[in-house]
């Protein structure tokens, strides 16, 4: 694995600087209960491994509503909110998914980032129920930090159905800590969870190992004498998996570093195996004698259709005909069909066509005399007649069908089931069916993905996701508008779809041929399949949309400003004069350069172009299919390409950029000149 898979503490530390600043002890340190950084108001972190409800439960605690999501890397953005209970309010901090202390993810990095950072009042562990052997390892490395921990069974309802029993008192009087259950999505448990935020908070005692290994932590604990943000028995484990940013921190800060050394050699030596792995065997030891001595299996289980429909999800016999079916009525007929066609039409011919381009038209003509700035509101490339007719006209109808679509998949428990379907097919390309996550977010919104995908654990997989995306991912709103182009050209969407999913996979195997690294391995949590919650599905399709209008609204404004721009300096007429001589390569009119000048500004601003150009009758039945290839390959909108300079370095990002230009316009030309040599006319 390349090195920036498994930084452990030393990508933490450096992870923001203030963080380091604080394990190190800069400042006063008080007592856990007694601090607070920023106001009296008590912290409460929730912590927990991907898909366990995490942010179900927040949203539930809080009212503030986080995007909820049964996959890996929704939470990387953290979300704070806050809860009243009694008279007292708390800060509640909801963070991405995490399996252990030794992180490997960015998700893990900045989960223990806040822990360290945020010296919390109480961490809420939430833990799939039924996997509480697995989960609760993570438990014990919690309450080693020295911070008060609360276990919350959670998805309690799945582990009954299983016929698994838990004794709470039994499990609350082995770990000394409250341990709630409840069913984040119904809001069972909440108010019981909600009362023991109010009961003090106390530490408690961690557990201890077998002897030779615990003989070796008390003896580093009473040689550790500085001041950290953790407990010297956490800070003992980590020097003895010889973790380099805490054993290096530990020689700064301590004096007898070389009797601390000398104790992690020695005690190295004691164990066949390395010290982390015999920590993960202690703790794993430990867990699940807990869980043996506190629960019960009836050994009746409840497999229903439900999980008769999960299985077939994932087998590949069953799962790729339900993955063409959702496709074809959840993207096509829904998005492409209903929301291209049907609300497209009403919004754009009706309301924008015959109402308010023709009033605000004769409005602005009225008052500005002046036919520049009249041009700037009104014209062909105006603010009004085009900026805010295909934001709002055009791209949010389909934006929207879309996101409802994506919502109801996601709250129904399929996406992580995609992702185990589509392994073995994605490791072929270097990427495992994480990359699924970032890839089906890709269909939403490119730039958005972009940043989803520093969720991927090694730099080798997040350059080639971010490749895909710029290169044969087309967002929402352009695959709406190339669906519409396609209205009565069935062969045409066949042949663009098989264009681009052989570039897809061409691409991503040459880039992990080309791109050293080890195979990316992959394990994810499957959360049960559910029916959608309709107020789920609602208030996350609402926020999408909400964010999405937000951010796309004022770069159609400003397209527009820079085109208006470019029209008066000529530099806008110079940009398309360069670009007529490669469209004419292709077998595309002049006119078609406008269209990729558009393309650039917004991928869906192109595929608007385009569509214009189809209900005037300028674009051929064949030229519509090259022109939608080589624009959905085209180089990345705006907000893209900043974003992948930003996610990859500015070397990488335009390194991209280049070869997807020159790439799309070799494929454009090679589909054209196919069609022309085979003689298909469609």
């Known amino acids: 694995m390349e090195n920036e898979s498994h930084l452990g503490m030393e990508a933490v530390l450096n992870f923001p600087v203030k963080i380091r600043e604080k394990f190190q ?30 942010s179900v439960l927040f949203h539930r605690l809080t009212g503030t509503y986080v995007t909820v999501s049964n996959y890996p890397g929704t939470t990387v953005e953290v979300s704070r909110g806050k809860v009243t209970v009694g008279n007292e309010v708390f800060e509640v901090i909801d963070t991405p998914g995490m399996y252990s202390f030794l992180p490997i993810t960015e998700e893990e990095r900045v989960t223990l980032s806040i822990l360290l950072e945020e010296r919390p009042d109480l961490i809420l ?29 959670n998805i309690i309802d799945e582990a009954e159905r299983l016929g698994i029993r838990f004794d709470l008192s039994s499990l609350e009087k082995r770990l000394n800590i409250p341990v709630i259950s409840t069913i984040s999505t119904s809001g069972q448990g909440i108010d019981t969870l909600k009362e023991t935020l109010s009961s003090p908070f106390k530490k408690v005692h961690a557990f201890l190992y077998e002897k030779r290994m615990e003989d070796d932590l008390k003896e580093l604990e009473s040689m550790i004498q500085g001041d950290y943000p953790i407990s010297k028995r956490s800070l003992a484990t980590f020097l003895l998996q010889e973790d380099p940013a805490v054993t290096r921190l530990v020689q700064e800060k301590e004096r007898d570093t070389e009797l601390i050394t000398s104790l992690v050699e020695r005690s190295k030596s004691q164990f066949p195996h390395p010290v982390s792995y015999e920590l993960a065997l202690e703790r794993q030891r430990l867990a699940s004698k807990i869980v043996h001595e506190a629960s019960h299996f009836s050994g009746k289980t409840e497999v229903g259709w439900v999980e008769w429909l999960s299985r077939r999800m994932i087998s590949p016999w069953s799962g790729i005909p339900i993955l063409l079916f959702i496709l074809y009525y959840g993207v096509y007929k829904f998005v492409g069909d209903f929301g291209a066609r049907v609300l497209v039409d009403f919004f754009e011919g009706t309301l924008f066509g015959k109402y308010i381009n023709p009033w605000i038209t004769k409005l602005i003509v009225s008052f500005l005399p002046w036919q520049t700035f009249q041009d700037l509101f009104v014209g062909e ?71 989803v995908t520093r969720t991927l654990p090694t730099r080798r997989e997040r350059i080639i996701a971010t490749l895909l995306l710029a290169l044969a991912i087309p967002c929402s709103a352009q695959l709406g508008v190339i669906l519409a182009l396609f209205e009565g050209h069935a062969a045409g969407l066949w042949i663009w779809l098989g264009v681009i999913a052989l570039v897809f996979l061409l691409v991503g195997f040459l880039s992990s041929k080309m791109m050293p690294g080890e195979k990316p391995s992959f ?10 919650k309709l107020s789920n599905v609602i208030i996350k399709t609402y926020s999408r949309v909400h964010w999405y209008f937000k951010e796309i609204f004022p770069l159609f404004v400003l397209a527009s400003l820079f085109i208006w721009l470019g029209q008066i300096t000529g530099l806008f007429n110079l940009l398309v004069k360069g670009l007529e001589h490669p469209i004419r390569l292709i077998g595309l009119p002049d006119k078609a350069a406008v269209s990729f000048l558009f393309g650039f500004f917004r991928r869906d601003y192109g595929a608007a172009g385009f569509y214009d150009m189809k209900k005037v009758g300028l674009l ?42 020159l790439f799309s316009f070799g494929i454009g030309y090679l589909v054209h000149f196919s069609l022309e040599t085979l003689g298909v006319r469609l």
């Not at 799939?128 to 014990?140: G, I, S, V």
């Not at 394990?523 to 959608?532: D, Q």
């Open 25 to 54: 002890g800069k400042g006063s340190h008080e007592k856990l209960n007694d601090f607070h950084p920023d106001s009296e108001r008590r912290k409460v972190v929730i912590v927990g491994s991907p898909n366990v409800g995490k």
């Open 125 to 153: 562990h939430v833990v799939d129920t039924k996997n509480l052997e697995r989960m609760l390892p993570l438990t014990l490395q919690l309450l080693e930090t020295g911070f008060p921990v609360v276990l919350v069974l």
């Open 381 to 451: 490339y105006g603010v009004i007649t085009l900026g805010l007719r295909y934001s709002v006209a055009l791209i949010l109808p389909i934006v929207s069908t879309f996101f409802l679509a994506f919502s109801i998949l996601e709250d129904t428990g399929y996406l992580p089931r995609l992702s185990l379907l589509i392994d073995r097919l994605f490791k072929a390309i270097g990427l495992t069916g994480r990359a699924v996550i970032p890839m089906v977010l890709g269909l939403g919104c490119d730039t958005m993905a972009t940043m």
């Open 523 to 532: 394990y994810m949590e499957i959360p049960p399949l559910r029916l959608p």
């Open 620 to 661: 051929t039945g064949n030229q519509l299919v090259v022109a939608s290839v080589t624009l959905t390959l085209f180089v990345p909108c705006l907000a893209q390409f900043l974003m992948n300079i930003k996610e990859r370095g500015m070397r990488t990002g335009l390194g991209l950029s280049l070869f997807v230009l």
